[in-house]
């Protein structure tokens, strides 16, 4: 039941588009309580016996967090109200590209509400940028990259590069 969520397809996958889109305006103003369930998340683990005391950890418990409520809006609100694509289908290069730019966008969408968190270290430079957190990242250190177009490009990228893609493919099939 849980899995077809998971699942590709432009159906599918136009679903995930909607869900981050809901989310970036669901984190917005839970911003503080998302964080307060990402302490008792650690400190119950903390309880399990698993000690979380890194930046890293702390980004992947806040990451989980956040993905978790985007799974309930996916499933309680985008799909029962069908908010997606009707036409399913799509190449397997299609199924790998849209993945790739709703995996993208959904990281934009993380490190803009929550850029006070640095990504974790084991990301390399060019995806941290790539995905827009490369300023709460890497400042820090002294290693400023920061160019207007290249910040108006990747958000380009990130929201219309789905959109852009799923209208190219249900185009292509008819």
């Known amino acids: ?3 077809e969520q998971f699942e590709t397809g432009r159906k599918n996958l136009s679903g ?7 989310s970036f305006f669901v984190f917005q103003p839970l911003h503080d309580w998302i964080i307060k369930i990402a302490d008792f998340m650690i400190k119950m683990l903390d309880l399990a016996g698993i000690k979380i005391t890194d930046q890293n950890g702390i980004w992947i418990i806040l990451f989980l967090t956040c993905f978790l409520i985007s799974l309930a809006i996916k499933m309680f609100f985008v799909d029962n109200l069908s908010i997606n694509i009707d036409k399913d289908g799509g190449s397997g290069g299609e199924k790998l590209w849209l993945g790739f730019l709703l995996i993208g966008m959904y990281l934009y969408v993380f490190n803009k509400i929550f850029s006070e968190q640095p990504m974790p270290t084991f990301f390399p430079k060019f995806v941290v940028n ?16 920061s160019s207007n177009t290249w910040i108006i490009l990747h958000g380009l990228l990130w929201h219309l590069g789905p959109v852009a893609t799923f209208w190219i493919g249900a185009n292509l099939q008819k």
């Open 1 to 3: 039941m849980y899995l």
């Open 16 to 22: 995930w588009y909607v869900a981050i889109l809901i």
């Open 130 to 145: 790539l995905v827009g957190g490369y300023a709460s990242s890497f400042t820090a250190s002294g290693d400023n990259f």
